[in-house]
């Protein structure tokens, strides 16, 4: 899995994981997230379009993120999440926890 990074305004850093986000790919976004998060970078807006599939492991990590964000004052925010991946964010309730914003640089703005 590849993990694309960008910085957005109001010192948020979006990162697009590309491909699937399973069993093999979670333990690369968790480590990602803790690294970030450990150098500052506090708001995090996952970009899920590239996300092909999601499983429970790939679930795990996500939350995982945002308990290491909030632990350090921060949040994450997810943006752009395709169907598949809505499916099993709604099929979890874990939407009611982390809403899908339409795109990174919107998902911490009116903050």
Do not use: C, H, W
């Not at 450990?38 to 708001?43: T, V, Y």
Request: glycine share 8%.
């Amino acid at each position: 899995m590849e993990f694309d990074e960008q910085d957005l305004e109001g010192d948020v850093l979006a990162i697009a994981p590309k491909g699937r986000l399973n069993l093999v790919a979670a333990p690369a976004l968790r480590s990602l997230i803790r690294d970030r998060v450990a150098a500052g970078r506090r708001r995090i807006a996952l970009d899920l379009a590239e996300v092909q599939f999601l499983d429970s492991s790939g679930l795990g990590a996500i939350i995982g993120a945002l308990k290491t964000a909030r632990e350090a004052g921060g949040d994450v925010r997810l943006a752009r999440a395709p169907e598949p991946v809505l499916l099993v964010l709604r099929l979890t309730k874990v939407d009611r926890i982390l809403p899908v914003y339409p795109d990174a640089a919107t998902a911490f703005r009116g903050e």
